[in-house]
């Protein structure tokens, strides 16, 4: 009997450290700067959080998500797509918020972001959908709505007219649209 527990112990002690010394990542393992858009060898989501200190410090630490990635495991997320996606190291939690941010879905859905780094690309597909909307489709209305702002520019003829040389003063003038309109009668003096 004392054979066998002492089999089974070495057995998961052998265990133990042949999954450290193949690299196997455990979320509670990492540091700060390299758990946020990680995957655990379990195929879980790294996530870092915040802890308040009695002395106010605040420290991060990371720890194991609830969310299961797809498609990847074991995985520290490289920094050419953390800087690719718009992504930041230190962001803490896993939410849909910016996904608001035009910005940042217009970084998500570059093809250097959105063509090459699955890891985050499935991470917020699944945010994406936990909020009923479809990546794919948000993207497709992200490029078409940067299309069309600038085709608006465009046409408007609101262009951004530089200063004109008037018998030696320097005059900006005031876009067309806005005369017409009465929002300015005629062009700008420039300041002293």
């Not at 002492?6 to 393992?29: R, V």
């Not at 941010?101 to 090459?116: A, E, H, V």
């Amino acid at each position: 009997m004392a054979s066998w527990t002492t089999f089974l112990c070495l057995a998961l002690t052998l265990l133990f450290y042949t999954q450290s010394s193949l690299g196997m990542i455990t979320c509670e393992d990492l540091d700060k700067n390299s758990c946020a858009f990680a995957v655990s060898s379990s195929g879980y989501r790294c996530v870092l959080e915040m802890k308040l200190k009695r002395s106010g410090y605040v420290e991060l630490f990371c720890r194991t998500s609830d969310i299961e990635a797809e498609k990847v495991k074991n995985y520290v997320e490289n920094d050419e797509c953390i800087k690719a996606c718009g992504l930041d190291r230190n962001t803490v939690g896993i939410s849909s918020d910016s996904l608001l941010d035009s910005r940042f879905t217009q970084k998500l859905c570059s093809p250097d972001c959105y063509n090459t780094c699955s890891n985050i690309v499935d991470l917020y597909f699944n945010l994406a959908a936990g909020e009923g909307a479809f990546l794919p489709k948000l993207c497709e209305v992200q490029e078409t709505s940067v299309r069309r702002g600038i085709a608006e520019i465009r046409s408007s003829g609101i262009e951004a007219a530089g200063p004109v040389s008037v018998s030696g003063r320097s005059v900006a003038w005031a876009p067309s649209t806005l005369i017409k309109e009465g929002l300015a009668s005629e062009p700008a003096e420039p300041p002293c």
